[in-house]
């Protein structure tokens, strides 16, 4: 007769034997996958120090294209644009070091830059536009006229146009300095401009500004800026909004213009002003707009070549 005891010990035994089944099958298991594990990781440093060697590679290609472009800018340009005037307008985030660059390169090109224009963060922010609108309509010197769309960049852009573009066909300023002074001032009260010393009107404005814009108002903050470059772009003989890369994307102000035909027919944008070649692109295609044509420049997927074509 079996006892008790035995039922026990014989139940013990089983798994007991189950346990060290356990053990060592995950033994096993653990070793194998560690040597699979230890084996990715190998491969996966390999791929990031190969990586890594390219990165550094392709920095110090550009930085070399960077200072031959530097080097030839001035040189490629020279002429292109000479008795010309340009206004320079820049964005609250674009680089002074970009304007500083990118004046010194139009005035290789023969150009006379005849001041700038800031525009405040505020101008762009969809949360004061109706007070920019007002304040566009109320500061309207007696017999000009805004255009008829009633969206914020537009308005601005009809007013600004005025006061900072000659007219294109008779060449003479459209505005007094003393109308344009008022104006600015009152732009400047309401926080939405600073006007550096002795702003006067020229044939062509360049709009500079940063890369993309980032938060929940970034696309409407865009869209103002496009629709804003575009009707100066109307405005005058030739406009180019000019950026750092990254303001080519959707939520980008010069991808927006880009995916605009319209915009894209009258304004030339330039996507990558950081750069010597960028720059160089910016003086090419505002000598482009004094021909009648506007282009996509720059290193962005929508652009159509990295410059305009050169013409003497």
């Given at each position: 007769m079996i006892s008790l005891r035995y039922h026990v010990t014989s139940i013990a035994a089983v798994f007991l034997a189950l346990a060290l089944g356990v053990v060592l099958g995950s033994t096993a298991i653990s070793g194998r996958l560690l040597s699979g594990l230890s084996a990715n990781r190998d491969e996966l440093s390999r791929q990031v120090s190969e990586l890594q060697a390219e990165r550094t590679g392709l920095r110090a290609q550009v930085a070399d294209a960077d200072v031959f472009g530097v080097a030839v800018g001035p040189r490629v340009v020279s002429g292109v644009l000479r008795g010309r005037t340009v206004v320079l307008v820049t964005t609250a985030d674009a680089s002074p070091a970009d304007r500083d660059a990118l004046s010194a390169l139009l005035s290789s090109a023969g150009a006379t830059v005849?001041?700038?224009?800031?525009?405040?963060?505020?101008?762009?922010?969809?949360?004061?536009?109706?007070?920019?609108?007002?304040?566009?309509?109320?500061?309207?010197?007696?017999?000009?006229?805004?255009?008829?769309?009633?969206?914020?960049?537009?308005?601005?852009?009809?007013?600004?146009?005025?006061?900072?573009?000659?007219?294109?066909?008779?060449?003479?300023?459209?505005?007094?300095?003393?109308?344009?002074?008022?104006?600015?001032?009152?732009?400047?009260?309401?926080?939405?401009?600073?006007?550096?010393?002795?702003?006067?009107?020229?044939?062509?404005?360049?709009?500079?500004?940063?890369?993309?814009?980032?938060?929940?108002?970034?696309?409407?903050?865009?869209?103002?800026?496009?629709?804003?470059?575009?009707?100066?772009?109307?405005?005058?003989?030739?406009?180019?909004?000019?950026?750092r890369p990254g303001s080519a994307e959707g939520n980008g102000?010069?991808?927006?213009?880009?995916?605009?035909?319209?915009a894209a027919s009258v304004l030339s944008t330039v996507d990558d002003l950081s750069t010597a070649a960028g720059r160089v692109a910016t003086v090419l295609a505002l000598a482009e707009q004094t021909q009648g044509r506007a282009g996509r420049y720059g290193t962005g997927g929508n652009a159509q070549a990295v410059v305009p074509a050169i013409q003497r």
């Open positions: 005849t001041g700038e224009l800031q525009l405040t963060d505020a101008f762009t922010d969809p949360s004061h536009s109706d007070q920019l609108s007002e304040l566009c309509t109320r500061l309207l010197p007696a017999g000009l006229r805004l255009p008829t769309a009633s969206d914020t960049g537009t308005l601005a852009g009809g007013l600004l146009g005025a006061l900072l573009l000659v007219n294109p066909h008779t060449g003479k300023a459209q505005a007094t300095a003393a109308e344009v002074t008022a104006v600015l001032a009152g732009l400047g009260d309401g926080g939405f401009v600073r006007a550096g010393p002795q702003v006067t009107a020229a044939a062509l404005v360049v709009v500079l500004t940063g890369g993309a814009g980032h938060g929940n108002s970034s696309g409407d903050r865009a869209a103002i800026l496009a629709r804003f470059a575009t009707q100066l772009g109307r405005a005058g003989a030739g406009a180019v909004l000019a950026g102000p010069i991808g927006v213009v880009r995916a605009d035909t319209a």
